[in-house]
């Protein structure tokens, strides 16, 4: 019986990952939703004409450029009203 119990945990570990395998991707996954845009499309940059993406910054979320080495191109997000 504990030869089972144990040969069942080992393959749930191969399979799932182990505690901070788990974190590490509940972490990446929150990270690629917060990153991904909202329902709207993506806006064009004001100064470039590029696409733009959402980023977060400390005073919250906005659309950077994506040519950000070059382009500083920035807009604030539009907030939706349901």
């Not at 749930?12 to 509940?26: I, K, N, P, Q, Y």
């Not at 709207?40 to 733009?52: F, V």
């Not at 950077?64 to 349901?82: K, M, S, W, Y």
Request: net charge positive; hydrophobic share 25%; proline share 4%.
């Amino acid at each position: 019986m504990q030869g089972s119990l144990i040969e069942r945990h080992g393959k749930e570990l191969v399979t799932e990952g182990g505690f901070s395998e788990r974190m590490t991707a509940a972490r990446v996954e929150e990270k690629r939703r917060r990153q991904e845009p909202t329902e709207t499309a993506a806006p064009s940059c004001p100064l470039c004409g590029g696409e733009m993406r959402l980023r977060h910054g400390k005073k919250g979320d906005f659309w950077g450029c994506q040519a950000c080495l070059t382009c500083r191109g920035t807009r604030e997000v539009q907030q939706q009203t349901d």
